[in-house]
């Protein structure tokens, strides 16, 4: 074997053989990168040679590709070299026809299997684009954080559906949430949104119950409140007689359901996290599985109802976003990957890439690079199923929200992949951009959504490009956009942003305004240790000339000159942070901290109803009505 060989191998598999960091260093990929990344899309590394010889030899047999994109409801043309070939195809419906040669009939809206042979070729029919929303307005705010200090527990659906009403009623076209996946109920230590069990299933830490809840304190304490509220939840199940709505729900949702509720039991039984499990229990398929099935029903289905009452939950959410006139109501954020020990690689562990994490390069900000401890999707198991799966996904999200942010787009074009091995450099797997895009127009296009897409980092060539041809909106944050050509402090003014795009000052991984104009978060660098006295002082001096010149380009240092000054930008949407309309100088997460620092445990210090009677929150509305939002 010849590291030339292996690196062939890899090239072929769509690891990159080398890559440019932020600060435009060259980095290689070497042969234990290659041999990690290989492993961990389930390619064997012994004879690579013969590998590739085995891909090139089947990649001949076919006449078409694995995948192709055509435009819905348009005349179909397949490749030439399918002149004459017979095939046959199944639509998404069910429905099926039947042909032969390159001419096809226009194919609806979907993801439809076409067989010739022993082949399979997918055909992505998309709409070239997806349109613009009309210019509009929203506010983001922690859900955990909608209930006072007063109020106690943890932020509720059915808060969340009164903010809707409330911010509604002062003209917000949205209102923006952290994701809510479904987390890991037996550890009340794990509530991070972005590091959940399945993103195809919700999370029940939210679901409201009549139960009293004592006064808490202006932090969250998930260890106390989480037990507390999984026990109103129990009170209510054993209180709930037999419902034929439930049962249709679930006989609707089927196996991916139960497979989901059965892993809820089991995690009950053996931990949180599956990899920890018995090693019998780590395969949903064994005997001894579906034996415990039917030893536990009453907690499989316990598992099953929490989820329909999420659901139905989250559907009064989007109602109420209905009935107060919102343009797009729930304004929802998919996480960019998976926890590795969740319910999502238990039930379908082939699907994603083992031994690695999702992660960033190396840059000026952090010198080894970035591990999220998130598995990545194997793009070529995605391919082989027709990217049903991450179709599925989006599909979760979008019964409730109009508005859907997806989280590190760039791994639509590139993701990188840290392995587990200490000492083993990281690497960028190429992805399909051009399938999962299309993904995300069909099932936005079904669900009359705009798709956002966070293009914030070290974006590939040609991916903020794609982005708008496909008619999905990037992200634009007032903070990083700089005019660089004025001198390293200035910043753009509001003309310049672009259209295409939702904007905001900031996001919840950075200071709020008020944080940001004092140095609240250096102040917790310093504190925290990753910031000595020195550096803090001279990040503190550079803060206060990023401050003036902010306050220069927007007019102001007020937070209702920030606001005006997003609201003139030619943004079709714009953001803005319920912390910074009212003032509050604590951001929501510090990254890279998990308890030293309260990440998504701040409450707001105004509870959901009376957001609509607060005055601040009407000064900021009619600002931006007029600035004609």
């Known amino acids: 074997m010849s590291d030339a060989d292996l690196a062939s191998l890899a090239e072929y598999m769509g690891i990159l053989p080398w890559y440019l960091d932020s600060t435009g260093t060259r980095h290689d990929t070497g042969p234990e990168t290659a041999r990690a990344l290989l492993r961990a899309m389930g390619e064997t590394t012994e004879r690579p040679d013969r590998r590739l010889g085995q891909l090139y030899a089947a990649q001949a047999t076919r006449y078409l590709p694995q995948w192709l994109v055509v435009e819905a409801d348009a005349p179909t043309h397949l490749p030439e070299r399918a002149a004459g070939l017979q095939w046959s195809l199944d639509l998404e419906d069910g429905s099926r026809r039947s042909g032969r040669g390159p001419e096809m009939e ?59 009403a409330s911010l509604g009623r002062h003209g917000a076209d949205f209102v923006g949430v952290n994701p809510i996946h479904a987390g890991f109920p037996t550890d009340p230590e794990a509530f991070s949104p972005y590091s959940p069990s399945s993103r195809r299933r919700l999370s029940t830490q939210h679901i409201h119950t009549d139960a009293p809840v004592p006064a808490g304190d202006a932090l969250i304490d998930y260890a106390e409140a989480s037990p507390r509220h999984l026990e109103a939840l129990e009170q209510a199940w054993a209180a709930s007689g037999p419902d034929p709505d439930f049962d249709a729900w679930r006989a609707a949702e089927g196996e991916p359901l139960e497979r989901f509720a059965l892993h809820q039991a089991l995690a009950e039984v053996h931990g949180p996290y599956w990899p920890d499990w018995p090693p019998i229990c780590r395969t949903p398929d064994a005997p001894e599985i579906v034996a415990f099935a039917e030893a536990h029903r009453d907690r499989v289905d316990f598992h099953a109802w929490l989820q329909y009452r999420a659901e139905r939950q989250l559907a009064e959410v989007r109602r109420a976003g209905e009935e107060a ?72 999200q979008l019964r409730y929200a109009k508005l859907l942010r997806i989280d590190h787009i760039l791994g639509f074009d590139r993701a990188f992949w840290q392995p587990a091995e200490d000492g083993v450099p990281g690497g960028y797997v190429r992805m399909p951009k051009e399938a999962l895009l299309a993904v995300a127009r069909i099932e936005a296009a079904r669900a009359g959504a705009t798709i956002i897409g966070e293009d914030l980092g070290n974006i590939p060539d040609g991916l903020q490009e794609d982005l708008s041809a496909s008619g999905i909106l990037g992200c634009r944050v007032a903070v990083f956009e700089r005019d660089w050509d004025a001198g390293d402090r200035a910043f753009r003014r509001a003309g310049e942003f672009a259209e295409a795009a939702l904007t905001s000052f900031a996001t919840h991984d950075l200071p709020t305004l008020a944080g940001w104009r004092v140095a609240r978060d250096i102040d917790w660098r310093e504190r925290l240790g990753s ?64 308890h030293d620092h309260p990440n998504w445990r701040r409450r707001l210090p105004v509870d959901a109803k009376s957001l609509g009677d607060d005055e601040r929150v009407a000064r900021t509305a009619a600002i931006l009505k007029d600035a004609g939002r």
Do not use: K
């Open 106 to 164: 226009p194919l609806p809206l979907g993801i439809h299997r076409l067989r010739y042979g022993g082949n399979v070729c997918w055909i992505l029919s998309v709409p070239a684009r997806l349109p613009w929303p009309e210019r509009g307005w929203g506010v983001t705010l922690p859900l955990y954080g909608l209930r006072t200090a007063e109020q106690g527990g943890i932020g509720s659906y059915s808060d969340l559906a009164t903010a809707l």
């Open 325 to 396: 006139g919102m343009r797009h109501g729930l304004y929802l954020d998919l996480a960019v990957g998976t926890n590795p020990g969740g319910a999502e690689t238990w039930a379908d562990p082939t699907l994603f890439a083992q031994g690695v994490s999702l992660g960033a390069p190396p840059d000026a900000f952090s010198a080894d690079g970035q591990t999220w401890g998130l598995a990545p999707l194997n793009p070529h198991e995605l391919a082989r199923r027709g990217f049903r799966p991450l179709a599925e996904i989006l599909r979760a």
């Open 531 to 594: 910031l000595d006295a020195e550096q803090a002082a001279a990040a503190r001096e550079g803060r206060a000339l990023e401050v003036a010149a902010l306050d220069a380009t927007v007019g102001g240092a007020g937070v209702d000159s920030m606001h005006a000054f997003l609201g003139a930008t030619p943004s079709r949407l714009v953001a803005v942070q319920i912390e910074d309309i009212l003032g509050l100088e604590e951001q929501p997460n510090l990254p890279g901290t998990i």
